[in-house]
């Protein structure tokens, strides 16, 4: 017997979910024009430093330019719609590298926290009796630590062994991997009470009757199940974990000042407050507060959409 | 293990332990558990269908999760007739609820190509492609659905993918664990047609487990039935219902609503199913049976085995081919 079947259809399929995003955002007006904001923030953070000379580089200063307020202001100059810090930097140009540094830490270490906890918390749930024990007795003596303190002890445990001469990619992965770490319980429990929920449904029996071994039924059938609920978690936390790391170079142990970060110009801002400087620290802290609402009322959105417990609620 | 077997049970049992407290492993004392399945002995031979029937909670899914291999019995030996190179048969399995049985983020195709990959039945991406809009026409479904993800289709639609799944592995052996139980009965009657077309086409040898009697007797050739885990009475199908031996399988079959107009009664079974955890002593019927008799409080009745090749577990030799049973007296239920 032949059948004739007709290709696939595609390109109605993309259409239809292009469709389906339009009125997804014409129903959530608020989260799209944070879509929209972080979007913007994005592209100024990471073409900028494709076009202008690098400020907190020995060219890039001018100390003669130095303490200009913004350009409203009496003495302001239309070079320098922001004003200029100590060593004369233009702020503008200065806050996209500072956020170039703030959102590649905050994903990276977003990222680290999810595969670190994802996968203690698919073992957990997966194999369960004492290795499930032991990763969640782990996770709940963690949390007994706040994870800024956390993060701090392990970036000084981190810098003391590795001494005093290290580069800055190095002081950055010291940062990344102390911001993860602090932060994988969450994603490990709720992967974990996913996956102790489909390791029991019929299809992944189906798929073990068909002879799949523990792995494949992991990556194929429960990792695609679980992972929603986690990347709107991952969404949320990454606006704590820029403002983790921002709280860590503020307090000076987090990213050196050759590549600052948003934390680090609001910690250099904040020297000359008392002087009447006061641009130079709260432009960084504008963009991040608009930076890390707008991520969070984006995550609070796709929670609500995801959850099918809210549906129909509006 | 004679020729024509080709699945044999042998004193199966399984017992479900109950989570043991600190202290109580501290004492290790033997906290038991409940007996789900309890000595089961059972042979299906090549090409036919064995029906399972019983109460819920008398162990006939966690004999179905025993047979797929799902679980390892506590006790006993289930073994497969293995093929000349010395494997075993590939198994396929049908499950009750077809909501759950579908994995919701891949779409049709991939859940009906699955099997196909994984025992490398057909090899490429045409071929494979292929073989599942075949067996999606094959359960009365459309080459087109493939595209499609399981949310988009109704129950009995569902279980029709289900069973275009299993066919994919090209099962020699396929449990169906009460397939049609979460179904309408219009739906019910079609899927049963589905699989009866099936049986007949493929010769396939299955394990039927349901607690529709009139459901058993149409597809299978033999029939057990299951009370607290124990299997009561084994027979061919016909002579099941035409001559019960045990006096569970009379009540049953009297239990179960038919269509017959000129008798509107029901004949529930008094009493209620004992916990399984703490089965009655003796017969484990005897707490429900009109028949009962002191012996079978105390003893466990014989295996008996009958000329039409059934079996059954009563002290008796009953006569109990027609008519109705009347249910227990009120001595029995406060015994």
Redesign the interface.
């Known amino acids: ?1 032949t ?1 004739v ?2 290709a ?2 595609a390109p109605a ?1 993309r259409r239809s979910r292009f469709a389906n995003l339009r009125r997804a955002m014409l129903k959530a007006p608020g989260a799209t024009l944070c879509a929209v904001i972080i979007l913007a923030m994005f592209l100024y953070a990471f073409i900028t430093p494709l076009v202008s000379q690098n400020p907190f580089e020995f060219a890039g200063m001018s100390v003669l330019d130095s303490f200009i307020p913004p350009m409203w202001m009496t003495d302001g100059v239309p070079d320098f719609p922001l004003g200029t810090d100590d060593q004369g930097r233009n702020l503008l140009t200065a806050m996209a590298y500072g956020m170039r540094t703030s959102i590649i830490v905050g994903f990276l270490s977003v990222i680290i926290g999810l595969l670190l906890g994802g996968s203690l918390g698919l073992v957990a749930g997966f194999v369960g009796g004492r290795v499930d024990a032991f990763i969640m007795r782990l996770a709940d003596v963690q949390l007994a630590y706040p994870a800024l303190l956390l993060a701090m002890i392990i970036d000084g445990a981190a810098r003391a062994a590795l001494g005093a001469e290290r580069s800055v990619a190095t002081a950055i992965t010291i940062v990344v991997l102390s911001i993860g770490i602090a932060f994988w319980v969450q994603y490990a429990r709720t992967i974990r009470s996913s996956v102790m929920i489909e390791r029991d ?3 992944v ?8 071994g523990n792995l494949s039924i992991i990556v194929l ?1 429960i990792l ?2 679980v992972m929603a609920p986690v990347l709107v978690i991952a969404t949320i936390n990454l606006g704590i974990a820029i403002i983790t790391e921002a709280t860590l170079s503020f307090l000076g142990i987090g990213i050196p000042v050759t590549s600052p970060s948003l934390g680090t110009l609001i910690r250099n801002g904040n020297n000359f407050l008392q002087s009447g400087e006061w641009w130079i620290s709260v432009w960084p802290c504008l963009v991040l507060v608009l930076f890390v609402v707008s991520v969070n009322i984006l995550g609070d959105h796709l929670r609500d959409v995801y959850n099918p417990r809210l549906k129909g609620r509006s | 293990m004679s020729a024509g077997d080709f699945l044999t049970l042998d004193h199966v049992s399984k017992v479900y332990r109950r989570n043991q407290g600190f202290l109580e492993r501290l004492k290790k004392t033997d906290a038991g558990g409940t007996r789900a399945v309890s000595d089961v002995s059972l042979t299906v031979r090549h090409g036919e269908t064995v029906g399972l029937v019983g109460e819920s909670g008398c162990g006939k899914s966690t004999l179905a ?1 025993l047979v ?3 679980m390892a019995p506590t006790s006993g030996e289930i073994s497969f007739r293995k093929d000349a190179a010395g494997k075993a048969p590939r ?3 049908i ?3 077809p909501y ?7 779409t049709i195709e991939d859940i009906i190509a ?2 196909i990959k ?2 490398r039945l057909r090899q490429g991406k045409a071929a494979i ?1 292929a073989r599942v ?2 067996l999606l ?1 094959q359960v009365g479904l459309s ?2 659905d ?2 499609k993800y399981p949310q988009e289709f109704s129950g009995g639609q569902r279980q029709r993918i ?1 069973i275009a ?1 299993a066919l994919a ?1 090209e099962p020699e052996f396929l449990i169906l664990d009460e397939p049609t139980s979460a179904l309408d009965v219009s739906v019910q009657a079609q899927i049963l047609n589905l699989l009866r077309d099936l049986q007949k086409n493929l010769h396939l040898t299955s394990l039927f487990i349901t607690h529709n009697l009139s459901v058993v007797r149409i597809m299978a050739d033999r029939i057990g039935v299951m009370y607290l885990g124990e299997l009561v009475e084994e027979a061919p199908s016909e002579e099941l219902f035409r001559r019960p031996r045990h006096p569970y399988t009379r009540l049953l079959i009297d239990a179960a609503p038919d269509m017959d107009t000129s008798d509107r009664s029901l004949h529930p079974i008094a009493g209620e199913l004992p916990n399984p955890a703490f089965p009655p002593s003796g017969c484990r019927f005897h707490t429900r049976c009109p028949f009962a008799k002191d012996i079978c409080r105390n003893t466990v009745p014989p295996q008996k085995t009958t000329e039409a090749d059934g079996l059954y577990r009563c002290h008796f030799d009953l006569d109990l081919s027609n008519a109705s049973i009347v249910p227990p007296s009120a001595n029995v239920k406060t015994a």
């Open positions: 017997m059948t079947v007709n696939p259809s399929a449904q019929d299809y029996s189906a798929a073990r009757i068909t002879g799949r059938h695609p199940n | 999760r797929s291999g799902l198994l396929q399995m499950f009750q609820d759950s049985s579908l994995n919701g983020r891949w699955e099997p994984v025992h492609r809009d075949e026409v080459p087109a493939a595209e289900c799944r592995g």
